[in-house]
């Protein structure tokens, strides 16, 4: 079992770049498939970006292409998001996830991911 616990939120203008950090527990980091998801106000929860296990394999949301990267330290333990030229839209609760798998793939479906933190507050202001 893997605890989560995300940090990094805040409130930007639009423009301007926040990171976001995940701290895993635990000593099997490695073996997890993570993600980013997030839930805008009055929005379902939605994928952003997933990275594989050993960082290799990423997939990335189309809005947030371009604009986001993922990057993970299996040494430490995290998995960080960068965040430029944020938009008002990306006005939302961030949420960090983890999938214990043998593959080295970066799914997309929320479903897949056991294990989520509290989340994060990201504002973006106009």
């Known amino acids: 079992q893997v605890q989560l616990v995300e940090s990094g939120g805040g409130l930007v203008q639009a423009g301007g770049s926040l990171r976001l950090s995940c701290a895993a527990s635990?000593?099997?980091?490695?073996?997890?498939?993570m993600a980013w998801f997030r839930q805008g106000p009055g929005k379902e929860r939605e994928f952003v970006v997933a990275i594989s296990r050993s960082g290799v394999v990423t997939n990335y949301a189309v809005s947030v292409k371009g604009r986001f990267t993922i990057s993970r330290d299996n040494a430490k333990n995290t998995v960080s998001l960068q965040m430029n030229s944020l938009e008002p839209e990306d006005t939302a609760v961030y949420y960090c996830?983890?999938?214990?798998?043998?593959?080295?793939?970066?799914?997309?479906?929320?479903?897949?991911?056991?294990?989520w933190g509290q989340g994060t507050q990201v504002t973006v202001s106009s």
């Open positions: 635990g000593r099997t980091f490695s073996s997890y498939h």
């Open positions: 996830a983890a999938h214990r798998t043998t593959f080295d793939i970066a799914p997309l479906s929320a479903g897949v991911y056991e294990y």
